[in-house]
């Protein structure tokens, strides 16, 4: 049976505190909704609709590429109205599912369980057990099937005993579900329309309601504040590093490493504390990386190691090459094999050839640098005129000695030497030593100045 996914988006979110929508609040670099969205294509149906409202245009912006149907609900009468925005889009005889762009860390796998699991003409209500169910619905039983749900503000003393609380997540026969959401009341403690209620409804009509059990509470989890979003994004982190560890991966410390992106590791990959990957980071076999790193969008070659404190983006490395402490690559640093780029040494926009070091206090931007060249310290590609960037470019086993600065475009030879201290305005021909100086005087009888009274 077709499958429609019905997303509930239009909550205002005040306890963010935040001009951003809620469900637009970021979890490990991406939306909330985006979680949501993401496991609604995971899980695969024929129509994926987005009930939304407050801050409606900015949602829709954020998610303009995606294929979705967007479902106003102007003002937000309760979680059946919700759903009521939705159904003009629902094919006839499709299985309606029911999200919420707010519970992100909810499994493909959970739901696809629920799904298999009730019978065509049935309905499902996702569950947990909680030690405190404060708040939440209470799932009522008879027979080990739901009978009915009561919201925590409308349960007798009684029913807020239980601690099987409703996710709000369910599965519903779609036709049926049209029906029910046109009885729907909000004579509740709320003033709302429940959708809570179709589960009573259903029974009523003698449809059978399976209770299915999430494994853990973290699923389910609805974010309402900074607080649970810090909580989800714990959780998340946590799920994210422990299927490095089955992968193999050595984490120093799981609670203190964060993944932002996608990571993706090869064998006997080592991460020490501190370091936090975004966007599509891939490490090769062996990679170490120590203390206190960012890396994003990069791809480090097997064998490599990060010291600390390095900022890394957009690059690319060979094999064993050598980064920091203290390093920053920035996008488009393509690094060949055993490349060094050590501390205070920030590369853009270059390729760094076969065994070349840049090792100290150095700028190279531009520039294509060949094999086994040694940079000096403090040397500096002067890339930028002030209106347009220029290239340098330096030839295999040149040596560029100290606090040389390269005022591009220029070319150094292959095997080419540059005295340290040079400022080259032109190019430096292979094979011989280039220097660009003052002749060094000492003036006799010179005084220091001294402090006027
Ligand atoms: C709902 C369930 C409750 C369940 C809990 C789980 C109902 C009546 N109650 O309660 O049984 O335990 O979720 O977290 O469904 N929304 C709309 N439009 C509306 C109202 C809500 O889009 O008019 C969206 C909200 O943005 C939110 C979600 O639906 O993402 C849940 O709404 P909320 O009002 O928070 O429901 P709860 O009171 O938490
Ligand atoms: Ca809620």
Redesign the pocket.
Known sequence: MSLSIVI??????TRMRSSLP??LQPLAEKPLLGHVLDTADEIGADDVCV???HGGDEVRARFADRDIRWAL?A????????VVQAMPGVADGNRVLIL????PLLKAATIEHLTNATPDGDMAVLTVDLDDPT???RIVREDGYVVR?V??KDATEEERRIRE????VMLCPGDRLRQWLQNLSSHNA?G??????AIAMAVADGVTVHGIKADSADE?M?I?DKLQLAEAERALQCRRVEALMRAGVTVADPARVDIRGALSCGADVFIDIDTVFEGDVVLGDGVRIEAHNLIRDSELGAGTVVHGHCHIEGAHTGRNCELGPFARLRPGAKLADRVKAGNYVEIKKSEVGEGSKVNHLTYIGDAEIGAGVNVGAGTITCNYDGANKHKTVIGDGAFIGSGVELVAPLEVGENATIGAGSTLTRSAPEGQLTLERARQVSVEGWKRPVKKK
């Open positions: 509930l988006a239009a909550g205002q979110g809620k469900v009930v939304y409202g609900q003002e937000q009468l309760g979680t059946g109205h919700a919420f762009g707010d519970v708040g939440y619905g749900n919201e925590h609380i409703n996710s709000g709320q709302e329309q429940y959708l809570t209620d389910v609805g309402n």
